[in-house]
């Protein structure tokens, strides 16, 4: 059973940095592709960065410059380094895993922003 534990989120100053982490277990992680998406209430759920089995690093436009997306294939582990954060970037932070057709999500980590 595949399972995603996210973690790091938490309140910061506008223009702050926070560094996500999601543990999975259950899977073959270094075959699966990676994302981390982000949702605010009422809103759907929007992809913020991807990364392939081998390394390869996709971003929305609205993240490129400022967030970092890269994994830890030993340990298991996705990371999102997030830099100059606004307060645009408030939302719940969630790890997605894909596994063939299938996609797992995590429970959330919640990110707020101050301005």
């Known amino acids: 059973q595949v399972q995603l534990v996210e973690s790091g989120g938490g309140l910061v100053q506008a223009g702050g940095s926070l560094t996500l982490s999601c543990a999975a277990s259950g899977t073959i992680f270094r075959f699966s592709p990676m994302g981390w998406y982000r949702q605010t209430p009422g809103k759907q759920r929007d992809l913020v960065a991807t990364i392939t089995i081998r390394g390869t690093t996709d971003y929305a436009d609205s993240v490129k410059g400022r967030f970092t997306i890269s994994r830890d294939n030993a340990k298991k582990v996705v990371y999102l380094q997030m830099n100059s954060l606004k307060s645009d970037d408030t939302a719940v932070y969630y790890c997605?895993?894909?596994?063939?057709?299938?996609?797992?999500w995590g429970q959330g980590t919640q990110v707020t922003v101050s301005s």
């Open positions: 997605a895993l894909d596994q063939g057709q299938r996609r797992f």
